[in-house]
């Protein structure tokens, strides 16, 4: 039996993925602007063949953990940028 997804399900902004390790980068709104947070996952193959996730990783894992977790930085950094950029740019009220 299939389940339905909300519509509205909230979705992450990016995601930045090397192999089997993905990381989702997700934008929060707060008082004092944007805030980003990462949420970071390794896929695998069940043996029925349907992909999953796990938040859980292997010590095989760590080398690729850690270089999916420096570039969403460089990423995240980028964006805190951008934002910047754009509330200098917008028209003051």
């Given at each position: 039996?299939?389940?339905?997804?909300?519509?509205?399900?909230?979705?992450?902004?990016?995601?930045?993925?090397?192999?089997?390790?993905?990381?989702?980068?997700?934008?929060?709104?707060?008082?004092?602007?944007?805030?980003?947070?990462?949420?970071?996952?390794?896929?695998?193959?069940?043996?029925?063949?349907?992909?999953?996730s796990?938040?859980?990783?292997?010590?095989?894992?760590?080398?690729?953990?850690?270089?999916?977790?420096d570039?969403?930085?460089?990423?995240v950094?980028?964006?805190?940028?951008?934002?910047?950029?754009?509330?200098?740019?917008?028209?003051?009220?």
């Amino acid at each position: 039996m299939a389940t339905k997804k909300p519509i509205n399900k909230v979705q992450p902004i990016e995601e930045v993925r090397i192999g089997a390790i993905k990381a989702a980068i997700w934008r929060n709104e707060g008082d004092g602007g944007a805030r980003f947070n990462v949420t970071f996952q390794r896929l695998y193959k069940t043996e029925d063949g349907q992909w999953q996730s796990t938040g859980s990783f292997g010590s095989y894992d760590l080398l690729l953990l850690a270089k999916v977790a420096d570039a969403t930085h460089t990423r995240v950094l980028q964006l805190i940028e951008e934002e910047k950029q754009q509330q200098r740019q917008a028209p003051a009220a």
